[in-house]
């Protein structure tokens, strides 16, 4: 991003992709209910390399809440924190009235929390309607055995849950691929599967890491209806990463600000706009 293109963003209005989440019609303002996600004073190093140094934010419920920040700023790892991939040195995080320091990533899948991943992880030779299958692991009763040998309750179970798969294909609008290898797909498909993964554990907060990463103009407004109506017709809480300044704006109740692994913003999208501190992180002057 270069200095004029970050000022523009940050103080003006928005233009390009930033438009595209305005075409995506976004639904009236949200009403947030109260702080599903704390994270408290969070600090984590590896080695002598300071990630985060403090991090306090909450995320309430119902509200699309973003990260953003320069390359290196720690949001991943803050997402990494909250998903239990890392274990901070300090802090903690409080998800809907329990505190916890440690906890693995399984844990905290299965307390609800769901995410998505800026390097796309999926299984490239498995079909469309598999990959998002796997996202419901957590969620059947039947063992191993019984899945392979599809005994009665478990082939009844696995009904069941891929006619929920189902309706997450037609909501993301990838039936005529549904049983595509997803190795062949154009990128910005593959990422509405990883999308659909997440959405079929049923989570109660969805951390979007850069869902619109190398997306075209298109695309990224297909992913801005997709993330709006996600958090509308699911319930979703959404935790943002983002690095289309435009779109951030647009679709987001509320943004923090990391800088170097610290918190420099924090508050709505016009705070954040005006935050002298915030513009000179991205133009790399001061004013």
């Not at 990630?51 to 306090?56: K, Q």
Request: net charge negative; hydrophobic share 40%; with cysteine.
């Amino acid at each position: 991003m270069t200095a004029t293109t970050a000022y523009a963003t940050l103080t003006a209005d928005n233009h390009g992709t930033g438009q595209a989440a305005n075409d995506a019609a976004a639904p009236a303002a949200r009403v947030a209910g109260p702080v599903v996600l704390d994270v408290r004073n969070i600090s984590l190093a590896f080695g002598g390399v300071k990630a985060l140094t403090d991090i306090s934010f909450d995320v309430r419920e119902h509200e699309i809440r973003a990260i953003i920040g320069p390359n290196g700023a720690g949001k991943s790892s803050m997402l990494n924190c909250i998903n239990g991939v890392y274990t901070p040195q300090q802090g903690s995080i409080t998800f809907r009235g329990k505190t916890f320091s440690h906890m693995n990533s399984r844990q905290v899948a299965e307390m609800g929390i769901a995410r998505t991943f800026q390097n796309l992880a999926l299984f490239k030779g498995m079909s469309v309607i598999d990959n998002i299958m796997t996202g419901r692991n957590l969620k059947m009763k039947s063992n191993i055995f019984q899945q392979a040998w599809r005994l009665g309750a478990a082939e009844r179970e696995e009904m069941q849950h891929r006619e929920f798969v189902e309706h997450i294909i037609d909501f993301l609008e990838i039936q005529a691929w549904r049983k595509t290898p997803v190795g062949r797909l154009p990128y910005g498909l593959q990422k509405r599967v990883d999308l659909g993964r997440a959405l079929a554990m049923e989570p109660q907060v969805l951390l979007l890491d850069e869902p619109m990463a190398g997306m075209n103009v298109e695309e990224k407004q297909d992913m801005c209806r997709f993330v709006l109506d996600v958090n509308e017709e699911f319930g979703s809480t959404i935790v943002l990463i983002e690095h289309d300044m435009g779109v951030v704006m647009d679709i987001s109740d509320r943004v923090v600000v990391l800088d170097y692994g610290k918190k420099i913003g924090d508050g709505t999208p016009d705070e954040v706009r005006r935050n002298e501190d915030v513009i000179s992180a991205y133009l790399g002057t001061s004013h």
